[in-house]
């Protein structure tokens, strides 16, 4: 698969020729290296949960690009208030959606949202399994997680303030332990600054897990041996 970064905590995702696109917030982002009309062929956009920062640009793309919008059912429900030509699947917490055979289960995080309740998504295909957490603190079911559904790939958020810190992030690594950790949600603006080579440097000498930091724009093919 292949991952590129878009800057906070928005992401595309290739898997073979399937394209998700995670939390689209591109306009009035500061550190965004696309606009949203730079983005072609998405089949997918997940939206964690209704704040500016990760709904933003959600309908404007889906629309552009024919694509369903993933999301918790009521905000689905809101979505298709505004604009009811947007193809959408209202999910609720611990439900799967199989799109051709990239299967996502909606998760809970820890994080006060309206409308809708704040999530995050774990993603699997062949032998990857990623999970994205959205935006939230610290919360001991994240090892159940990584149980059920042997998660090797973690978006982490470490800016504090509005999510986890440094500190709770390497926890949150040590309780998924998976192969690759992404640090994300940092450094937009300056209420949640963090070096994530702080994070990497504690990650990596506490766990076996590999921090991968990756700059607004840049792609990394990854392969998960098993």
Same mark, same amino acid.
């Given at each position: 698969?292949?991952?590129?970064?878009?800057?906070?905590?928005?992401?595309?995702?290739?898997?073979?020729?399937?394209?998700?696109?995670?939390?689209?917030?591109?306009?009035?982002?500061?550190?965004?290296?696309?606009?949203?009309?730079?983005?072609?062929?998405?089949?997918?956009?997940?939206?964690?949960?209704?704040?500016?920062?990760?709904?933003?640009?959600?309908?404007?793309?889906?629309?552009?690009?024919?694509?369903?919008?993933?999301?918790?059912?009521?905000?689905?429900?809101?979505?298709?208030?505004?604009?009811?030509?947007?193809?959408?699947?209202?999910?609720?917490?611990?439900?799967?959606?199989?799109?051709?055979?990239?299967? %996502?289960?909606?998760?809970?995080?820890?994080?006060?949202?309206?409308?809708?309740?704040?999530?995050?998504?774990?993603?699997?295909?062949?032998?990857?399994?990623?999970?994205?957490?959205?935006?939230?603190?610290?919360?001991?079911?994240?090892?159940?997680?990584?149980?059920?559904?042997?998660?090797?790939?973690?978006? %982490?958020?470490?800016?504090?303030?509005?999510?986890?810190?440094?500190? +709770?992030?390497? +926890?949150?690594?040590?309780?998924?332990?998976?192969? %690759?950790?992404?640090?994300?949600?940092?450094?937009?603006?300056?209420?949640?600054?963090?070096?994530?080579?702080?994070?990497?440097?504690?990650? +990596?000498?506490?766990?076996?897990?590999?921090?991968?930091?990756?700059?607004?724009?840049?792609?990394?093919?990854?392969?998960? +041996?098993?």
């Amino acid at each position: 698969m292949k991952i590129k970064y878009l800057s906070h905590s928005c992401f595309l995702l290739t898997f073979d020729q399937i394209n998700v696109l995670i939390d689209p917030f591109l306009t009035d982002n500061p550190l965004a290296p696309v606009r949203p009309s730079d983005l072609k062929n998405i089949d997918l956009v997940l939206v964690t949960h209704a704040h500016t920062d990760h709904i933003n640009d959600a309908i404007a793309i889906a629309l552009a690009n024919d694509a369903q919008i993933v999301t918790s059912y009521d905000l689905a429900v809101e979505i298709n208030k505004k604009e009811k030509a947007v193809k959408t699947v209202g999910m609720n917490i611990g439900g799967t959606y199989i799109y051709k055979d990239l299967r %996502i289960t909606q998760v809970h995080s820890f994080h006060v949202t309206s409308p809708g309740i704040a999530t995050g998504f774990i993603l699997r295909k062949d032998k990857i399994s990623l999970y994205h957490p959205g935006d939230t603190g610290l919360f001991s079911d994240m090892e159940l997680f990584a149980k059920i559904f042997k998660i090797n790939i973690a978006m %982490i958020p470490i800016g504090d303030f509005y999510t986890m810190g440094i500190p +709770e992030a390497v +926890e949150a690594v040590k309780l998924i332990k998976p192969k %690759i950790a992404i640090p994300m949600h940092y450094n937009t603006f300056p209420v949640i600054e963090a070096d994530p080579y702080v994070f990497k440097r504690i990650v +990596e000498e506490e766990t076996d897990t590999t921090v991968l930091v990756m700059k607004p724009g840049e792609e990394k093919e990854i392969e998960i +041996e098993v």
